[in-house]
């Protein structure tokens, strides 16, 4: 079993995203709650009914994989907040990584695996 699918099978995540602005992001969402994960939303990017953070989320530290949709930039503070409440996973979508972000996260001693949950996950609808 690959990376990927290891992380695939973690029961909860959180997806880090413009929510109301990116419907790929609502899409891997659905496709995680479909397959029984429980899902914590959060929004860098303005105030909403999400999280800001990743630190705001109560039990943050039971969460096991981070799904990032969001561009390097934004994901590097994003893979520090994962890495200070203990997050081990990064599941890093099409055009949310660059190197120093993987340099990022596997310094802080994260899995890190670069692909498409819509793609890697088959929904059980």
């Known amino acids: 079993m690959g990376r990927g699918e ?22 891997l969402v659905d496709r995680l709650e479909s397959n029984g994960k429980v899902v914590y939303r959060v929004n860098p990017y ?13 039990g943050a530290r039971d969460i096991e994989c981070l799904n ?4 390097p930039q934004v994901g590097m503070s994003v893979i520090e907040d994962a890495a ?9 979508q099409p055009g949310a990584s660059n190197p120093d972000l993987i340099q990022l ?9 670069e692909g498409c949950v819509l793609v890697e996950l088959k929904s059980k609808l």
Request: glycine share 8%; net charge neutral.
């Open 46 to 58: 303005k105030k909403s009914d999400d999280f800001e953070s990743i630190r705001d989320i109560p």
């Open 6 to 27: 290891e992380m695939l099978d973690k029961r909860t995540w959180v997806v880090v995203g413009n929510h109301g602005r990116n419907p790929i992001v609502a899409s």
């Open 84 to 92: 200070m409440v203990g997050i081990n996973n990064v599941f890093i």
């Open 105 to 113: 996260a596997t310094s802080k001693g994260m899995e890190v695996h």
């Open 68 to 71: 990032l949709v969001v561009n």
